[in-house]
Nanobody, 116 residues
Framework: QVQLVESGGGLVQPGGSLRLSCAAS????????MDWYRQAPGKERESVAT???????NYADSVKGRFTISRDDARNMVYLQMNSLKPQDTAVYYC??????????WGQGTQVTVSS
């Protein structure tokens, strides 16, 4: 089992920045990929950024050049740095981990609201 806890969400003005954090605990040795997803009201959950255990990253087209996923292995943390935020980035952001046998784990989510 893997437990994930997100933090760092909040209200920010358009053009502003936020950094989301995800603390992982439990059977973290089994994790081979970490993702950030988001879900806006009335929309499906979508992948925003992915990082594999080897450090490869992938981003949704809508956030390329603005968001950066990173990790701190010593602290079992994954981050999502979000810059140049837009109102359409408003959503609940979820941390997700993929473990052995492709078992997925989710955090509880953190709300990000971009509004003036």
């Amino acid at each position: 089992q893997v437990q994930l806890v997100e933090s760092g969400g909040g209200l920010v003005q358009p053009g502003g920045s936020l950094r989301l954090s995800c603390a992982a605990s439990g059977s973290i040795f089994s994790i081979y990929a970490m993702d950030w997803y988001r879900q806006a009201p009335g929309k499906e959950r979508e992948s925003v950024a992915t990082m594999t255990s080897g450090g490869s990253t992938n981003y949704a087209d809508s956030v390329k050049g603005r968001f950066t996923i990173s990790r701190d292995d010593a602290r079992n943390m994954v981050y999502l740095q979000m810059n140049s935020l837009k109102p359409q980035d408003t959503a609940v952001y979820y941390c997700h981990a993929v473990g052995s046998a492709n078992v997925g784990y989710w955090g509880q989510g953190t709300q990000v609201t971009v509004s003036s």
